[in-house]
């Protein structure tokens, strides 16, 4: 399984020293359903170094828990009832996960239906990817963030050490007689995720306007693909260029990094555009360019000198001075 980080909503502008950080650690080892869900033996000794990385925060651990929801509302309800100011929160899950694709529809639902001459049925199935509760109750991550959102806190991190497969099972217990499965998705090779960067324009949930584009912003920030960006910090230049004009518009970036994998990687290339003259940036040091680096800084020195001589001498100083023309910064 993969540990899976993720932040949302942040407010640094008040003051933390009034306030507590808080945890809730949900440890899901035992299983009613076996046959579909097998017990995990390391979960416990999950919790046990979650909570030692999580020394000084308010922390409630719970195991083996059946509805998740109703574990999150419960921490919400006490926190609310003793009028906590939460800094950080953070959300720790280690079980089973899965990417739903199958939804069910129950005997109630279809002879309403068919009563009310309506083809369109309701679910209440979570889709996506979700936790999976000791007895199988699915809560979609979507859902999670919701519900942690209540509490009002500064931050909120999400740590996940679950599966994100897919299921796609045909087994219904109960009331349940219908089931839709949804399209069948591929799983990715973990090399080739490694080599995939997903940038989305917009966030999780939210629309996007026509005339602000997250592709006009690239634009933007690029000054029209003449500027080279690395790629690990291109959604954080993108966020900062809308919140600078009041777009409440956020992208976000999805990647896989594995040490220095994308450290090198501008976009959207490695090359930068001057005018005419292209400056291929190396991926090290080269003592040779660091030298040319130094003499193309003293001619520019040079170049100052002449134009304040210049202005000195003739009061003014165009465009077209020889002084002022741009020069390579190395040869080949």
């Not at 959102?149 to 007689?177: H, N, P």
């Not at 999780?204 to 592709?215: Q, V």
């Not at 090198?264 to 991926?283: A, H, K, L, Y």
Request: hydrophobic share 30%; aromatic share 4%; charged share 30%.
């Amino acid at each position: 399984t993969k540990m899976d980080t993720k932040v949302e909503h942040m407010d640094t502008t008040v003051n933390t020293s009034t306030k507590k950080d808080v945890a809730l650690i949900v440890l899901n080892s035992q299983h009613v359903n076996s046959e579909k869900y097998s017990d995990l033996h390391h979960v416990s000794k999950d919790g046990a170094m979650m909570q030692k990385m999580l020394n000084g925060y308010e922390t409630t651990v719970s195991p083996n828990v059946t509805d998740i929801l109703k574990e999150v509302k419960e921490l919400n309800e006490k926190h609310k009832s003793e009028n906590s100011v939460i800094g950080r929160l953070h959300f720790h899950f280690s079980g089973h996960g899965v990417h739903n694709a199958r939804i069910f529809i129950t005997e109630e639902e279809k002879i309403k239906a068919i009563e009310s001459n309506i083809t369109t049925k309701i679910t209440d199935t979570p889709v996506g990817e979700c936790l999976v509760g000791r007895a199988g109750k699915l809560f979609s991550i979507h859902d999670l963030k919701h519900e942690l959102l209540t509490l009002g806190s500064d931050t909120i991190v999400i740590t996940l050490d679950c599966c994100r497969s897919e299921s796609r099972g045909s087994k219904t217990r109960g009331q349940i007689s219908e089931e839709v499965k949804l399209l069948s998705k591929e799983a990715i090779s973990q090399t080739d995720q490694e080599k995939i960067v997903v940038l989305y324009g917009s966030l999780d949930g939210h629309s996007t306007l026509d005339s602000r584009s997250f592709t006009l912003e690239l634009f933007r920030v690029t000054s029209k693909g003449n500027v080279n960006i690395p790629i690990l910090s291109l959604a954080s230049k993108v966020n900062a260029s809308w919140k600078d004009t009041d777009s409440d518009q956020r992208c976000k970036s999805d990647i896989v990094e594995v040490g220095d994998n994308w450290k090198d990687f501008n976009w959207p290339s490695n090359t930068t555009v001057e005018g005419n003259i292209i400056i291929v940036e190396p991926s090290e040091l080269d003592p040779r360019i660091i030298y040319e680096t130094l003499n193309q800084i003293k001619e520019e020195m040079i170049c100052v000198k002449a134009d304040v001589e210049m202005l000195k001498n003739e009061g003014n100083l165009t465009a077209e001075s020889p002084a002022r023309k741009r020069r390579p910064s190395f040869k080949n």
